[in-house]
């Protein structure tokens, strides 16, 4: 049941670099509700790259694009002056909702986001991930635990950017926000790579 790092390496340039360069780009030309449609656009560049070459749904990606519509319908809906006064969108902490939520489901989010990347590196691997999920309650325990900590993670990071952002000027305030996003993602990703190596090592019979 190994994914190899590299993958969360992908993932993370994907779903988090390549969307967050976008809007950066955006944001400097046009208005937040351009700037959070061009950071849509390497996102569905890739899932449909990934339908059609590999025959996959990427279920992260398609995560973050919901981040993002629902980000846009806060915008539209009244919230205009809040985020435009933030100076950036609230996709990680509406995700990190969602995270949170998806734990009073049967299946919470990460337990898809696993079985996605399974799919694609081996044909047929879901399946067997579908019965492991069945017959082995320690791994339940750890999506779950992995789902809680991605999802406490995001809504705390977006938290701190927004106190960043109204507590200091600028540049100072983008300069330190940076900073913490793309810490908070770092440790995210190498608190999983290393609990999921753990993990591996203690199945091991």
Not at 76 to 105: N, Q, Y
């Amino acid at each position: 049941m190994k994914i190899p790092s590299a993958r969360y390496a992908l993932a993370f340039v994907v779903n988090v670099a390549l969307p967050a360069l976008a809007y950066r780009i955006a944001i400097g030309h046009f208005g937040v509700a351009d700037a959070l449609i061009a950071s849509a656009v390497p996102l569905i560049a890739w899932m449909i790259f990934d339908v059609v070459r590999f025959r996959h749904f990427d279920a992260l990606s398609a995560i973050v694009l919901a981040g993002i519509a629902m980000s846009l319908m806060l915008l539209l809906s009244g919230a205009a002056r809040w985020m435009g006064a933030a100076r950036e969108p609230a996709v990680s902490g509406i995700i990190g909702v969602l995270f949170l939520l998806s734990l009073f489901l049967e299946r919470p989010l990460v337990y898809y986001l696993a079985r996605s990347t399974m799919s694609r590196e081996t044909q047929g691997r879901e399946t067997e991930f579908d019965a492991l999920w069945h017959s082995r309650p320690t791994l339940a325990r750890s999506i779950r635990l992995m789902t809680a900590v991605w999802g406490v993670g995001l809504v705390g990071e977006n938290l701190a950017r927004l106190w960043i952002t109204l507590a200091l000027t600028e540049p100072d305030a983008a300069r330190l926000s940076t900073w913490v996003r793309y810490a908070t993602y770092a440790g995210l990703t190498g608190w999983t790579v290393f609990y999921r190596r753990r993990y591996i090592r203690r199945a091991r019979p």
